[in-house]
């Protein structure tokens, strides 16, 4: 049974920063690409941020580049993804997700294409 389970949200202050854990656990990862999403109250849920588990290649959705950071610890088969220079428009529940890829390079995920999700974790930026 696949599990994505996040964790690592809260409360900051603008400006601030977190680090969000996504640990991955049920197969083999390797042939995954691993993405994060968020969605905020009355929004759709967005693409943040993408992973290739093999290469490691990267890949952000313009908002966020510069202050985001996808990795992945294969040993611990965990995702992670650090926020810096949060703002209040990053508030929002993130969510990790994968799906099955032959690429090595990263790109942007529809969120119709993720196979497998977490629960979601509550990210809070006050002003």
């Known amino acids: 049974q696949v599990q994505l389970v996040e964790s690592g949200g809260g409360l900051v202050q603008a400006g601030g920063s977190l680090r969000l854990s996504c640990g991955a656990s049920?197969?083999?990862?390797?042939?995954?690409?691993m993405a994060w999403f968020r969605q905020a109250p009355g929004k759709e849920r967005e693409f943040v941020a993408a992973?290739?588990?093999?290469?490691?290649?990267?890949y952000y959705v313009d908002s966020v580049k510069g202050r985001f950071t996808v990795s992945r610890d294969n040993a611990k088969n965990t995702v992670y993804l650090q926020m810096n220079s949060l703002k209040p428009e990053d508030t929002a529940v993130y969510y990790c997700?994968?799906?099955?890829?032959?690429?090595?390079?990263?790109?942007?995920?529809?969120?119709?294409?993720?196979?497998?999700w977490g629960q979601g974790t509550q990210v809070t930026v006050s002003s």
């Open positions: 997700a994968a799906k099955w890829t032959y690429r090595t390079t990263a790109q942007a995920m529809g969120v119709h294409e993720a196979t497998y």
């Open positions: 049920g197969r083999t990862f390797s042939s995954y690409a």
């Open positions: 992973i290739n588990w093999s290469s490691g290649s990267t």
